[in-house]
């Protein structure tokens, strides 16, 4: 059994396991089901930001940190690709080599693949994986665009959002709502000239920042069931680290500021606030994947039977008419 | 009845009817239902570009240059917007402004909401009321970023794909799709250094684009439940106009180019298998909104009856078991 193996801590079991669940292969579920029980110790960290923000160098430093720290750490880097392709740009290989000789670093990258949840929910696979394996940190790297990376990001227990001194876009992260997720800021590159102004421009948008993450807590989020009514977990600064990741500069600060973070969430109940979130999402993206199969199915068998599209195109049928029945089969209007 | 002074060309009635519908009214559905018979003649193109290439100003010449040839124009913006305020950062007034004493020109803004093909959904459907109303073209213009305005860039009939020099993220585009998905190139702002060798790097992955574009076609979309067979509609360059939309110059040749995709892929049929794709969108995010909402009321269920949530965060259960019995109340196993 697989997960009698990964439970053992067996690399190459977990890879398979992996592969299986990125597949879809129907022997996934349960594997991963038998896994959980045995998860909820990691410290999750969402890493995120512009691409060009150098964040695999930033990523790789700290994971040598927490190495240095006693600690095991999983990543999961997350490439953007193309839809069509599928292929990730950054292989796995490549990545390894520098940790190769390391059994306490485990590198998976995953491919971003359509917008049905899908990488949201590899993602999450995982995640299971590595934390029922026992490693302490798991860390998620991502570029910050596109609303399945945002929630990836938002899911994690840290989110660590990369700015860079000279992009000039801050406007347009703050636009894509990663600044609401942050729980640490990392200005890298910060050798450059700009860095200070990045500083000051964050330092400017706390204020904005911290009742965002306030109204974010209050009314839940898209996909969580059960809205939290409790105070906000905080309205303290968001603290703000510089670093200059090939030179080693601030990693030790930045690894320092997320243990922090991790440990004032865990005394103020708002680690297991984020695991249902978190887990809420699971379920939702598992849901979204089964139903999205389900109703391509379902057309494919209306374009079998009544030759659906040529009706749509030639306007003798409504998508919101199709749409409605095949809802209208699925959940019979009460009586 | 809104449907009768929408066809009668009530501009009132039809930002009603968009607000209903983006409001989610269950009274919307029937009255898009009631339009889409009058859909189908509107040339839809879709106008993307990554943040700074100036695509407002590119849209507002392009609308001018279209009137001027005696057609009306609708346009549907699609603004980035914070995911938890909710609203547009550009609002359909100060847009509005320019053309308000035209009455062949409408313009609606739309901001982006969540991940569920909400934005997907809401641009469909400004897209059914325009067509409907006897718009000679739709522009929809949007932000390059996220799975979902990829997706609505891609179902137009027409895709326009703006680039600029000197931003240096042309890897960064191709990384995101959009090459794969443009039929017609602006480079805008081509008064700049470095507009030469933005054509230069388009001309030399031209052979990628195309042989991509083969590959969407041949294996469909996503979504697309009828996959097309036949040969790929065209492995003609995709044509590259330089634009400097301020000074109002190459957008005559821009708008031409548009045209001339658009008679040709009539002519070839591709516009039709285009519009098949475009329409299972529609029925797709309809149906994902709804199954979203559906799940969602579920799951508070199980919170209410069984604190689903608690038995999630200390281990008692799984996310997979927990998807997996809802998916089974759904879809009972056939016997």
New interface residues.
Partial sequence: MLVEKILAGDIRAAARLMRLADDRDPSA??Q??AL??H??RAHIVGITGN?GAGKSTLVDMLVKRFRSTGRTVGVVAID??????GGA?LGDRIRMQRHAADPGVFIRSLA?R????GLSRST?DVVTVLDAMGFDMVLIETVG????E??IVRNAHTSVVVLVPGLG?EI?I????LL?VADVFAVNKADRPGAERVIAELETIQQITVS?AE??HHRGT??N??PVQQAPETTARIPILKTVAPRNEGIAELAEAIDRHGDSIRQSGAW?RR??VR??D???A???E???A???SR??EL?RTSGI?RR??S?KT???????K??AS??PPSV
Same sequence: chains 1, 2.
């Fill in positions: 579920r349960a991963l089901a959980f029980p998860t909820g691409p953007p690709s193309s839809p069509f392709t740009i971003t359509g917008h049905l949840g999450s665009v596109g609303q399945d945002v929630d876009d347009q703050m636009k894509a709502g609401e965002q109204l974010r898209d996909n069931p059960w297991e695991e249902r887990l809420a699971i379920i939702h598992l849901l979204r089964r139903m999205a389900e109703f391509e057309l494919a374009e599209s749509l195109v306007r409504s998508p919101y008419d199709v749409a409605e095949l809802l699925l959940f």
